[in-house]
């Protein structure tokens, strides 16, 4: 057991040491590295709760699945191989090793069924989809919930795949016909159409995008215009299929993903007179037990990357937040000098 504990705390070095060093802009392979010191962590854990038993052990393996490993697996699973660049083939991979440490996890399970049904396994896509529904139901599930746009999607999807099964159904049942009988022709049956329509509605609103004023959905299409002809003084950032871009004036750049959803807060959630401390940015970064240091250097890394665009400026410290004690707290906040504009697919979606 005491070789166990020691193995912990090293992989807990090594996980600050790589969470501490880790550059801005040239993260790539970082999330592969963590995920490694993370599983490893899980199994350790796990084997140690089942043979102590102990109450502190099994909360400790339950913070490592719960808020280390499966994060990283879900929010970055795409972007394992590098930092900004998706790939579908690890999301997939990724998804389903998060199924076997919670098989009710309905974002997985959502996002499993859109892989699936982009492939055309519509048997697939509809057995995900409605096990996402069904885990969305449980009284047991608490994070990783689908939100409204998703759930609607979900259960379009469902019956998008439904539909397309028929129809290969019913292509069989035509080569297998008795001579002289025929059945419907499904192009003329309301299948069809309820097929076409669906899709189009799915590729009409695949997309989320996000201003200060509203949230709208739209087609990939549409955000590959805005992002490619982006308006004058307007931050824009996109988590397209392929990759995390930002865009400013003309200026577009790739960017770490998880700096980009850091900055997507920012953007989205503080001002002036709603700064951001730790405890409010905690889900960007791998540890709960971080220093204000820490954070105050992501920040400042954060700035080095926005100061490509000459944007270093709009992320401003608050002085004004306090302790109970009545001393400062480290504080951020996004300084609302220019609108911005955040596009992302529905699927991904996490807010």
């Known amino acids: 057991m005491r070789s166990q504990v020691k193995k912990l705390d090293e992989l807990y070095m090594l996980e600050e040491e790589i969470l501490e060093n880790r550059d801005t802009a040239t993260a790539d392979g970082t999330f592969s590295k963590l995920l490694g010191i993370y599983e490893q962590m899980h199994r350790l854990t796990r084997v140690k709760a ?27 699973g795409t972007y394992l191989k590098m930092g900004h660049v998706k790939d579908p083939y690890q999301a997939k ?17 959502y996002r499993l069924g859109f892989l699936a049904y982009a492939e055309k396994e519509y048997s697939t896509a509809a057995n995900y989809f409605q096990q996402a529904i069904d885990a969305q139901r449980s009284p047991k599930v608490e994070d990783w919930q689908l939100n409204g746009q998703q759930l609607y999607h979900a259960n379009l999807y469902l019956v998008n795949s439904s539909l397309f099964i028929a129809k290969e159904t019913s292509d069989r049942l035509e080569q297998m016909e008795p001579s ?15 097929i076409q329509e669906n899709e189009a509605y799915l590729h009409r609103h695949g ?19 805005t992002f490619d002809n982006n308006p004058e003084n307007v931050i824009i950032i ?12 003309q200026k577009k750049r790739t960017l770490n993903a998880n700096y980009a959803r850091m900055l997507k807060d920012f953007l989205m959630k ?31 890394r ?21 302790n109970p004690d009545a001393t400062s707290r480290t504080a ?8 911005y504009i955040i596009m992302e697919r529905v699927e991904d979606e996490l807010d």
């Open 50 to 76: 089942g043979k102590s038993r102990e109450p502190a052990d099994i909360s400790e393996y339950e913070f490592i699945k719960n808020k280390k490993l499966l994060p990283i697996l879900i929010k970055y």
């Open 93 to 109: 991979n990724t998804l389903e090793r998060v199924l076997k440490l919670d098989n009710m996890n309905p974002i997985a399970l």
């Open 180 to 194: 002289g009988e025929t059945l419907e022709q499904y192009e003329k049956s309301p299948f069809f159409h309820i």
């Open 207 to 225: 997309f989320v995008k996000h201003t200060k004023e509203e949230k709208t959905f739209c087609s990939r299409e549409d955000c590959d215009d």
């Open 238 to 249: 996109y988590f397209s299929d392929g990759e995390c871009s930002v865009a400013f004036n």
């Open 270 to 300: 503080s001002s002036k007179e709603n700064s951001l401390i730790l405890e409010e940015v905690i889900d960007h970064f791998s540890s709960s037990d971080i220093q204000s240091d820490t954070y105050s250097q992501r920040i400042r």
């Open 302 to 322: 954060l700035r080095v990357a926005l100061d490509d665009y000459g944007l270093s400026h709009i992320l401003e410290n608050d002085r004004s937040r306090r």
């Open 332 to 339: 951020y906040y996004y300084n609302e000098e220019y609108p």
